[in-house]
């Protein structure tokens, strides 16, 4: 993977990170599609604006797919993309990452705001990250959560792609 600009790197996160999303992906890894007009009902916590964001933003990005009978369902992609939030969220429970006693989207966007730093400080040839030595010692172990998503984002870089500006008219 080629090095990340501070801006693609931001927009990745912002997608990945986003409460929104993380409740999309994980629902329907746990649970199954989601039939058609049952969003509203699956996502309750979220307001119908979120859920359509959510929704557009990951059928935009190739994480969900709307398959004929049975609703909103994950591409390959999404379901790579909830085991990473998996992974991610296993980090931070095992840290007690923001805190102790934590909501699973809390634990998966505070990890990647944590690691959002050295994914822009990745170059081609793989060196150090910089950032490394600005952690507290309890989480220098991110080098498996890091490993996992710069995986993750290599084959999938249509969500580090920063958006073209709207045309002034």
Known sequence: MTALTPAEVRNAVDLLAARSMVRLVTEIDDNGAIPPRRLANTLPDLSSHQQRSASEAARAHGLIRTAPGTGLELTDSGAELADLYDAL?????????????????????????LLAPSLAAQDAEGRPWPSAALLPSTEADLARPRALLIEWLA??????RVPDPEPVA
Do not use: I, M
């Open 89 to 113: 969220a296993r980090w931070a429970r095992h840290h007690a990452y923001p805190a102790p006693v934590c909501e699973f989207s809390s634990r998966v966007r505070h990890v990647l705001d």
């Open 155 to 160: 084959g999938n870089p249509q969500v580090t």
